[in-house]
């Protein structure tokens, strides 16, 4: 079974957080793509909408939206997802994983685009004491 580090952006208020997810809930990311939503409830968020905006496998490897399949694949980049240049038209050799979330991927970076009822913090039982 995978288990995976969902991180959870809220725009509204530029908070993030880290949540688990083993088991059933995990199975509900496999085979999902970026830019996907899935239901907050596989996180503990019942209510909320989540978009599946990136990710990165065992190794750290990052996903890219432009590349099909969860498998890795190494291309030629001149900048984003992966690698940043140091300046103009410098191109690199990069290794990356696909788009679609697998038993591979390690950690999951979603946000929030639909609200539930209650706040993030209230479904997290989380404390002002901490």
Known sequence: MADFTVVVADPENGETRQLDAEG????????RDIGDEVEGSAV???????ELTGGSDTAGRPMRADVRGPNLT??????????EPSRP??????????????????QINAKIVERGDESVA???DESDDE
């Open 24 to 31: 059933q809930d995990a199975n509900r990311f496999i085979g």
């Open 44 to 50: 503990g968020l019942d209510g909320y909408t989540l």
């Open 74 to 83: 190494t291309l030629l980049s001149d900048g984003g997802t992966g690698y």
């Open 89 to 106: 038209g410098e191109r690199r050799r990069v290794t990356v994983r696909g788009r679609e979330v697998s038993e591979d991927t390690r």
């Open 122 to 124: 209230d479904l997290l």
